[in-house]
């Protein structure tokens, strides 16, 4: 393979790898809309809300966990090699999360689907730096990033037909045809590669940053069901998380092959960089939580149609993110994102305002203007990291950015997830005052588990489906606050740190003074 033309068959490749990471991010967000069914008792596993949370986290808090060590056992071992391995992890734990049957299994499937998805995600990106020479790398990488956008955009809705035709499981099932067809065309197409000088492995630095951010997610989830803070069943699983994390962040200082190089945040405009990208996904992902029970139970709407309503925040996504790099440029970074931020704090505040009769073309409208603004967000956080650290550690600086927005998420789902069971069970407890122990338990901390309660009580139950519902929305507004106000802490630190435009450096010659 020449290095200046790169491999003769190298989009067929990019082709491959696209497909491959198809079922990762499709799996994801098909995973939104089927969360009411699997909380269903009778047709799903009767999970509680911090069940879901689990399933949703215990994925992402070992995708991130992982996704450093297995980019350096790729580049060591063979890049194709470790996307074949991670292909065939993934359909295994997809087959088992499908017929998973009670919520702790699906956990566990979901956490090993993780697995999969971190020796998948750094291969791909790798292969492609590999076989594309330098000039195209750039428009080969905004083709994958293009593809991951379309299953973003493609996934809710897809969830919502198998939801609707078929079991729970098939969300995770049809993950399977393509693992199968994608291991065949990685067999066929992909070229092997490794990395000559490929970095040393840091496995204490993985184990101390997945065991803390397990104990701290665990600390927070276990907070939201009992509605206190102050139970030994928080605070010692979240203190101790803590303390693990700050030993980690002490052994990362220390050696010189960190998993996490924690010494680049002492950079400004690296840390607020990757700072503001955590700060919105913390938000979104824990703002897309509540939405999905508001959708489909609130207001009534099928799992097809809650998918179709979600289409709105992806196509823009899609129309607008091709075009934010020149926003970006024309602008600058400061000015571009501070803009978006305020977009999306304003968007997240409006869940507040909304309620059971608010118009679906409003609720269409206000995910399209965040879908817009999520879009011009990216681009001037990744120039800024990418500007602020040197050539060389590119890879480092990208892959820094993509493991904080996982856990940004998956703590974004915990904590505002918590908010939201905490003023429903506070809301819900004098309704419930009268039902026997754990019928309250059960009723009270989530809606699913309300309506559960009331269909037993048969036509006595009924008179708990609008306290419910007026609850829900409540403790909906309290979690769309919060993270409003978590992304209004995004825009201060974009306005006072992010790199502005930069100026034009004007080359003068020395002249000698004129003579009258």
Same mark, same amino acid.
């Given at each position: 393979m020449d290095p200046k033309t790169g491999h003769p068959r190298r989009w067929a490749i990019l082709g491959v790898l696209v497909f491959s990471l198809l079922a990762v991010v499709l799996d994801n967000t098909i995973l939104n809309v089927a969360m009411k069914t699997i909380a269903d008792e009778t047709v799903g596993l009767g999970a509680t809300q911090s069940e879901l949370e689990w399933a949703i986290n215990s994925y992402t808090l070992v995708f991130a966990g992982l996704l450093f060590t297995f980019g350096v056992i790729g580049d060591r071992t063979g890049r194709k090699r470790m996307l074949f391995i991670g292909m065939v992890l993934f359909g295994l734990a997809s087959l088992a999360s499908a017929y998973a049957q009670d919520p702790t299994q699906l956990i566990l499937a979901r956490a090993a689907m993780g697995i999969g998805g971190a020796a998948i995600m750094p291969a791909t990106l790798a292969i492609i730096s590999n076989v594309f020479p330098p000039g195209e790398r750039g428009k080969a990488i905004g083709v994958w990033a293009g593809g991951v956008g379309l299953a973003v955009a493609i996934g809710p809705i897809t969830g919502g037909l198998l939801i609707e035709h078929f079991w729970w499981g098939s969300v995770f099932l049809i993950n399977v045809p393509i693992v199968l067809v994608s291991l065949v065309l990685i067999s066929t197409v992909v070229p092997e590669s490794r990395d000559p000088k490929p970095s040393r492995l840091d496995p204490l630095g993985v184990a101390l940053s997945i065991v803390g951010l397990v104990a701290i997610v665990y600390g927070i989830i276990r907070g939201g069901a009992l509605a206190t803070v102050f139970s030994a069943e928080v605070l010692v699983p979240t203190v101790f998380g803590?303390?693990?994390?700050?030993?980690?962040?002490?052994?990362?200082?220390?050696?010189?092959?960190?998993?996490?190089?924690?010494?680049?945040?002492?950079?400004?405009?690296?840390?607020?960089?990757?700072?503001?990208?955590?700060?919105?996904?913390?938000?979104?992902?824990?703002?897309?939580?509540?939405?999905?029970?508001?959708?489909?139970?609130?207001?009534?709407?099928?799992?097809?149609?809650?998918?179709?309503?979600?289409?709105?925040?992806?196509a823009a996504q899609l129309i607008f993110a091709p075009l934010s790099q020149r926003v970006n440029q024309r602008f600058g970074a400061k000015l571009s994102a501070t803009v978006s931020l305020i977009v999306v704090t304003l968007a997240l505040g409006s869940y507040a305002l909304m309620d059971q009769n608010t118009p679906v073309l409003l609720i269409e409208i206000v995910f399209f203007v965040q879908g817009a603004a999520m879009a011009n967000i990216m681009p001037p956080a990744t120039t800024a990291i990418m500007e602020s650290l040197p050539r060389e550690k590119a890879g480092v600086g990208s892959a820094m950015s993509n493991t904080v927005r996982q856990l940004a998420g998956a703590l974004g789902v915990?904590?505002?997830?918590?908010?939201?069971?905490?003023?429903?069970?506070?809301?819900?407890?004098?309704?419930?005052?009268?039902?026997?122990?754990? %019928?309250?338990?059960? &009723?009270?901390?989530?809606?699913? *588990?309300?309506?559960? /309660? @009331?269909?037993? +009580?048969?036509?006595?139950?009924?008179?708990?489906?609008?306290?419910?519902?007026?609850?829900?929305?409540?403790?909906?507004?309290?979690? %769309?606050?919060?993270? &409003?106000?978590?992304?209004?802490? *995004?825009?201060?630190? /974009? @306005?006072?740190? +992010?790199?502005?435009?930069?100026?034009?450096?004007?080359?003068?010659?020395?002249?000698?003074?004129?003579?009258?």
């Open positions: 803590l303390a693990v994390l700050g030993v980690f962040v002490w052994w990362e200082r220390r050696i010189d092959h960190p998993v996490f190089d924690v010494r680049n945040f002492a950079n400004v405009r690296f840390s607020s960089a990757i700072g503001m990208m955590g700060i919105v996904f913390f938000a979104m992902m824990g703002g897309m939580f509540f939405l999905t029970f508001y959708l489909q139970i609130v207001l009534g709407f099928t799992p097809v149609q809650a998918g179709a309503l979600m289409i709105p925040f992806a915990a904590v505002l997830g918590s908010v939201l069971s905490s003023s429903y069970r506070g809301e819900m407890a004098p309704v419930l005052a009268a039902l026997p122990a754990d %019928a309250q338990h059960a &009723a009270g901390e989530s809606i699913m *588990g309300t309506m559960t /309660v @009331a269909q037993s +009580m048969g036509e006595q139950g009924q008179a708990l489906i609008q306290p419910a519902y007026a609850a829900f929305v409540e403790g909906m507004h309290v979690t %769309a606050m919060v993270s &409003a106000v978590v992304a209004l802490l *995004g825009v201060v630190v /974009v @306005a006072r740190w +992010m790199p502005g435009k930069p100026r034009p450096v004007l080359h003068t010659e020395q002249r000698e003074p004129a003579t009258v």
